[in-house]
């Protein structure tokens, strides 16, 4: 909640400055983004948890559907807030302050990083970074004003892929 918090906080003062993404953006863009990003990235994220489960010979995978429909229902809320923050509130006001690259890269780098706290592994925390750059160049690169709607949509995806859905997913079709 803290970074919903901060980012309110920033619409407010900055008199919902359009850096901050809180706009459909170009629709059409924005969807089609969706419309590919969603399915690429879960697939995408569930196969490197799946590479990495291997790796480390351990997963967790929730107990049945309630708990999937539970997690997956968190990383709804989850995924926005985090895009708020990280896209909208440092990508967007970096940029705005000292160019477009300097915003995606450190944003970039801050969301990668803050998955490391809690985190097992290092491997786990540099697989953010397969979300985090592609949704961080959508951010910064689709046509139109600044809009968190895809880039937020794709995040859910790739969190459900790697977490939760993803994992009972893995367990279900017996490949862990």
Not at 81 to 89: D, K
Not at 93 to 102: C, E, F, H, T
Not at 124 to 135: D, K, S
Request: proline share 6%; with cysteine.
């Amino acid at each position: 909640m803290p970074f919903a918090l901060v980012y309110e906080a920033a619409h407010r003062f900055s008199g919902g400055a359009r850096w901050l993404g809180w706009s459909l953006g170009d629709l059409r863009a924005q969807l089609v983004f969706a419309a590919v990003g969603v399915p690429v990235m879960f697939v995408a994220s569930t196969a490197v948890q799946l590479w990495l489960t291997r790796r480390r010979g351990a997963l967790s995978v929730p107990a049945g559907l309630d708990d999937v429909a539970f997690q997956a229902g968190f990383y709804v809320v989850n995924g926005p807030i985090e895009e708020a923050f990280f896209r909208g509130l440092v990508q967007g006001g970096l940029g705005a302050a000292w160019g477009a690259p300097v915003g995606f890269l450190i944003a970039t780098a801050a969301y990668v990083l803050y998955h490391r706290l809690g985190q097992g592994s290092w491997a786990e925390t540099f697989a953010t970074a397969l979300a985090g750059v592609p949704l961080g160049l959508a951010f910064w690169l689709l046509p139109g004003p600044p809009s968190l709607l895809g880039v937020s949509l794709v995040h859910i995806a790739a969190t459900c892929g790697f977490l939760g859905p993803g994992p009972y997913l893995l367990k279900r079709l017996r490949l862990v």
